[in-house]
């Protein structure tokens, strides 16, 4: 198992900022693919952004324009700034990694966004 080590969640009032951060430094690979997914009360897990090794991003639609993310590959990291936030983007954020076959999850970190 890869221990994925998320930091950065908190509490933010509506059109805040928070970036979240997840490392994975107990293995030196090039994860194939890193990313965020998010899952609200009573709602599935739902992918928020992926970066591949080679730079190729995928958002979902709703937060286009408003999140970014990036990668430190020697660092084997992975950030995603969160700006312009709503009451909708609250949830527990789960850092995602993939290698091959393979797949890791972090243990979660919760956001939430007050009206």
């Known amino acids: 198992q890869v221990p994925l080590v998320e930091s950065g969640g908190g509490l933010v009032q509506a059109g805040g900022s928070l970036r979240l951060s997840c490392a994975a430094s107990t293995i030196m690979v090039t994860f194939n693919a890193m990313g965020w997914y998010r899952q609200a009360p009573g709602k599935q897990r739902e992918l928020v952004a992926t970066?591949?090794?080679?730079?190729?991003?995928n958002y979902a639609d709703s937060v286009k324009g408003r999140f970014t993310i990036s990668r430190d590959i020697a660092k084997n990291t992975v950030y995603l700034e969160m700006n312009s936030l709503k009451p909708g983007d609250t949830a527990v954020y789960y850092c995602?990694?993939?290698?091959?076959?393979?797949?890791?999850w972090g243990q979660g970190t919760q956001v939430t966004v007050s009206s």
């Open positions: 995602h990694a993939s290698l091959w076959s393979n797949e890791y």
């Open positions: 970066i591949t090794s080679g730079g190729i991003i």
